[in-house]
């Protein structure tokens, strides 16, 4: 069982930057494909990024390419999203999740965090 508590959202100005975090219970943290995923009101919840046990390999989606970056720290059981440049649109709830499986990660993740604020206004 692994358990996922998200913090860092929060509100800022178009332009601006947050990062958010995901920590982990559990002591094979490195074992797992974590993610980033956004669910936007009235919106289907979507994947944003996502990184391998290791740390060397990432996958993003389009819209976040080169302003998101995901990253983990295995000695803290910890996962962070970095976000630079944000815009309106990326305004939503952002979830952290875990599965030991990238392809399954993005279909069907196995365990959730709670879920993240992050507001932009403009």
């Known amino acids: 069982q692994v358990q996922l508590v998200e913090d860092g959202g929060g509100l800022v100005q178009a332009g601006g930057s947050l990062r958010l975090s995901c920590a982990a219970s559990g002591r094979t943290f490195n074992s797992y494909y974590m993610g980033w995923f956004r669910q936007a009101p009235g919106k289907e919840r979507e994947f944003v990024a996502a990184?391998?046990?290791?740390?060397?390999?990432?996958s993003y989606a389009d819209s976040v390419k080169g302003r998101f970056t995901i990253s983990r720290d295995n000695a803290k059981n910890t996962v962070y999203l970095q976000m630079n440049s944000l815009k309106p649109e990326d305004t939503a709830v952002y979830y952290c999740a875990a599965h030991i499986f990238l392809s399954l990660l993005k279909s069907a993740p196995a365990y959730w965090g709670q879920g993240t604020q992050v507001t932009v206004s403009s």
């Open positions: 990184m391998s046990g290791s740390g060397s390999a990432t």
